[in-house]
Each structure stands twice: as structure tokens, then as C-alpha cells.
């Protein structure tokens, strides 16, 4: 079992900035890619960044330009920095560790979620 433990949400405006911080822990046997999920009210679940154990990153559309993903050099804490955030970028953010970085990322773990809410 891997544990994931999120932190970093909050409150804050448009076109400021925020950052998630995620700690992975447990049995951890082999490193895998970790990712942030996000759900807005009344809208799906979907995926906003991942990075693999190479470094090598997936950003939605949406978030492109914005939201950087970043591990540690343990690669067991993950960090997204959101920059310039919009009203939309709110909901729930979960931390996630699985295998395929990009649209097949399949999560294995999921973190209890941090709730994000930027005002207009």
C-alpha cells in the first residue's frame, strides 16, 4: 500500500498563485509516475498533470502554461505549482500514483484530495 498525503490548498484569486505538495509513503517498492486529478463541481474527474520516474511531464490543455508539475530527488513528493489560476481551476485536487504518464495514466493510489477555490 502506498499512502499519499496532500497539502497546499486554499483560497485565493484570480491570476495568483498556489502550490500542492504531495508525500507518497508506505511499500513502496519500485517508483512510478504521480499525478494530480482534479474535480470541479458537477463535472468529471479529470487528469491536470502527471510525471514519470524520467522526469518526463503531461499537462491537460487547460492548465498548459500555467501549472508546472516537479518530484523531489527521492521522486516520492510531487509538487504542482499553479500559476495565473482561473475561477475554473477550482475543485478538488487529488494526488495520484499509478503507471503511464499522458491520456492512459492509470492511478493505482489516490490521496484524500485538497480543495482549491480561486475567487473572480
Known amino acids: 500500500q502506498v499512502q499519499l498525503v496532500e497539502s497546499g490548498g486554499g483560497l485565493v484569486q484570480a491570476g495568483e498563485s498556489l502550490r500542492l505538495s504531495c508525500a507518497a509513503s508506505?511499500?513502496?517498492?519500485?517508483?512510478?509516475?504521480m499525478g494530480w486529478y482534479r474535480q470541479a463541481p458537477e463535472k468529471q474527474r479529470e487528469l491536470v498533470s502527471c510525471i514519470s520516474r524520467a522526469g518526463n511531464t503531461y499537462y491537460a490543455e487547460t492548465v498548459k502554461g500555467r501549472f508546472t508539475i516537479s518530484r523531489d530527488m527521492a521522486k516520492t513528493t510531487v509538487y504542482l505549482q499553479m500559476n495565473s489560476v482561473k475561477p475554473e481551476d477550482t475543485g478538488v485536487y487529488y494526488c495520484?500514483?499509478?503507471?503511464?504518464?499522458?491520456?492512459?495514466?492509470?492511478?493505482?493510489?489516490w490521496g484524500q484530495g485538497t480543495q482549491v477555490t480561486v475567487s473572480s
Open positions: 495520484t500514483w499509478g503507471t503511464g504518464c499522458g491520456v492512459n495514466f492509470e492511478p493505482d493510489y
Open positions: 508506505g511499500s513502496i517498492v519500485m517508483i512510478k509516475v
